[in-house]
């Protein structure tokens, strides 16, 4: 079987890994948000089985490197609620079309930030989490974006904390996604080996961020958080308008 990717579009995936994966390093999200869009551009195999697969790792070494730091009552809340988003979201995109949805929840999202930024924030209760697990199980599943509605929840925590707890949170997600395509078909060896085009960039990502988490951590980490969802929020609504 010959090889999918040519050299140079393997040399660019890796440094769009790279760059996702210091970011997701720094403040618990943003792989997808930035391989997504740009993935697809070079090409579409990337995406969903390979980009998730370089996504678990990352999200095992971040797990590992925050471990202290995680808060296990957001774990507990937020893996069901992922369930439950994610089977909702799929319901409903076999009766409503995807553009549809994600502008809906693009549109919630960059709502969400501008009350944020005004000094309204949600207290860390169970409900609270419960809810924003399934509205990014539902935002996931329909944009495949799917970390700022648990970000914006952990929003006022410590940098560890943000990154550890949604790296647990994710390293589940993902898993499940991972055995689902698997189920039907939609990963297998030509997308592992696909996926090993990530893995370096997707580890000097996560080397980089040791460093870049350690500014953010100065005070920086919330206005990261904000300004991330944001963007999250208008690609998901461009990805959907065009």
Known sequence: MDF???????????CIAAVGATLQGSIGFGLGLIAVPLLVLINPIFIPGPLLLAALSLTLLLSYREHQAI????????????????????????AIPRGNLSVMFGIMVLLAVAISIIGVDLPLTSLNLFGAAIFS????????????????VYQRQEGPRIRGTLSAIFVFGTIIALISLAFIGHFGLKEIQVALVLLPGTIIGFSLSRWT??????????????????????????????
């Not at 609620?81 to 319901?91: H, N, T």
């Open 137 to 152: 199980g539902f935002m996931g599943t329909t944009s495949a974006i799917g970390g700022a509605p648990m970000a914006l």
């Open 4 to 14: 999918p990717i040519n050299l140079f579009d393997s040399i660019i995936a890796c």
């Open 213 to 242: 988490a350690q500014i953010l951590d100065r005070g920086f980490i919330r206005p990261a958080v904000l300004a991330a969802s944001a963007v999250s929020g208008i690609i998901v609504i461009i990805r959907s308008i065009i």
């Open 71 to 94: 808060h296990i009552k957001g774990v507990k809340w937020a893996i069901p609620g992922r369930i439950v988003g994610s089977v909702i979201g799929a319901c409903l995109l076999t």
